[in-house]
């Protein structure tokens, strides 16, 4: 992640549920982003345009634009 082309790495780390997270910024903004990948296998994200990523590593995910749309899939 350090070498991403417009963004600089903040941050990482292992939360208290043993959960693993980036941070990272816009070069260009400064707003954040960030990713989690989970001990359950899920990941999820959360992007500078202010859309997300949630996948459930079980065949579930879900998008939410940055206008706010849900898209979902169950991967069947």
Same mark, same amino acid.
């Given at each position: ?7 600089t ?5 292992? /939360?208290?549920? !043993?959960?693993? @997270?980036? $941070?990272?910024?816009? =070069?260009? &903004?400064?707003?954040? +982003?960030?990713?989690?990948? /989970?001990?359950? !296998?899920?990941? @999820?994200? $959360?992007?500078s345009? =202010?859309? &997300?990523?949630?996948? +459930? ?5 879900q ?5 706010g749309?849900?898209?979902? =899939?169950?991967?069947?």
């Amino acid at each position: 992640m350090p070498g991403d082309k417009g963004y600089t790495y903040t941050g990482s780390g292992t /939360n208290s549920r !043993g959960n693993h @997270y980036c $941070s990272r910024a816009d =070069s260009g &903004t400064g707003k954040p +982003s960030y990713h989690y990948s /989970n001990t359950d !296998g899920s990941y @999820y994200y $959360s992007n500078s345009n =202010s859309s &997300t990523y949630y996948n +459930s590593g079980t065949g579930y995910s879900q998008y939410t634009s940055p206008g706010g749309n849900v898209t979902k =899939s169950t991967g069947k």
